[in-house]
Structures are given as structure tokens and as C-alpha cells.
């Protein structure tokens, strides 16, 4: 049994999730999460957790959204077992874009880091060309909290700061990136995280994996992933799948 840690099919489709649920159950995927990148979407991801028994959500907005607003998190996230909410995310600082001002987002993920502590959720950071100012967060909560369970969602970033974050627990999340890249040093990067810390997901209907770039990334491709990776570490992709299962069960609960 796979799992697509980290997936949109709950507002991005052009097409009916049914039929989405039904293809990743035909490749082996039997669970996804559905992360929230707004109030609405997040609001979205509760309610098709509560329709289709496969899909569990995660609530939270996207740095990108920062500046609309995310006050509903905490209104979200009460009673947060009975919603099948595993996590809050994709939250974090986007400075690529800077869709929204810096300070916004830095105030935001403070905000959603405590709703997601003080609920006991583990949370997926979204940290792109901002990892100087998300460790200053990060390690404040540490200090404030001991222990921030989390994944670092569709991770592409340096050596040095996946060890950091696998040395600080954190599991790292990889998808179809990790297949058509060019950058050596990612393809090292990749290579080298730990299994006990690596998470699978697609972010469809984004990043299609190698060999269907040009058509509308799904949770049934989180396997081509899984594949992929299993090839490269030579294992199998039995054995790959259930330390990367297993991984996810420990993060996120989900029964």
C-alpha cells in the first residue's frame, strides 16, 4: 500500500475524484491527504475527507495566500480527529514569489505552527529560498515546544539543509521533481535522505513525474515515484514502499 503524502484533488481536478480515487486504487494508493493552501481550500479538504473514505486533510495557507487571511485554521482545527484532519499545511515562506510581504508570511507561520502544536498535529512547511528565516521560526517553537513533528513538503533545496532537518526529525517529502530533474547535486541530495526519513506525494494536479510530463499529475503516480527511487537506491519497491508507509503512519495518523 502507497500513500500521496501531499495532493490537491480536492479543488484542482478538471475531472471527477471518483474516478481519481478509483486509478490510485488500481496502482496501489490507498490513502492521500489533501492539503489545504487557503481558508476555502482547507475548508474544501475537511469536506472531501468527509465524503471519500481514502482522503484525510491537512488545513492551512500557503505563504503565496498569506495576505488573505488564515484565521479559520484555528477554528478548523478543533476537534480535529472527528474532521480526519492529520496536519496542519502546507504552511512556510515563499520568497521566490513573495506573493505575500515577507513579514506576513513570517507572522503566519508562527500562527499556524501554534494552532498545530497546541492541537498536537504534526505540520507540512512549503520553504522556498527562505530557509535562513524559517530555522529562526522553527528553532523558536523548539525552544517554546521540545519536539516539531512535520515534513518538509516537495523538498528540492541543499544538502546541508535536508541534514539539518532530518537531525531535527523532520521527514522530507518527494515527488515527481525528483524524476526529470537535471541538477546533480539535487540527484545527490535525493539520493542520499535517509529511508526512515523519506515521504512520497505528487502535489497533483502539479509536478507530473517522468514518463507522463504533459498530462495532469494524480495520486496513481505516486507509485512512478516510488519506483523510481526504489531503481536508484536498488531495492525493491515492495520494500521501498513499506518503509515509506510506515513513515507516513508515523507522522500523520491515519486509520
Known sequence: MLIDTHCHIH???????TETLARAKESGVEKMICVGTSESSSEFAVRAASVYEPLYAAIGVHPHDTKDGYGIIAALAENA???????VGEIGLDYFYNHSPREVQIEALRAQMEVALSHDLPIIFHVREAFDDFWKVFEEFEQKYGKVRGVLHSFTDSMENMQKAVSKGLYIGVNGISTFTKDEVQKAMFDAIPEGSL?????AP??????????????AYVQVVADFHAKKRGVSLEYLTKVTTDNAHKLFTLN
Not at 479543488?11 to 475524484?17: R, T
Request: charged share 25%; aromatic share 16%; glycine share 4%.
Open 11 to 17: 479543488d484542482s481536478y478538471p475531472f471527477p475524484v
Open 81 to 87: 480527529a472527528d474532521k480526519k484532519i492529520v496536519a
Open 199 to 203: 515521504l512520497f506525494e505528487t502535489d
Open 206 to 219: 502539479f509536478l507530473t513525474p517522468t514518463p507522463f510530463r504533459g498530462k495532469v499529475n494524480e495520486p
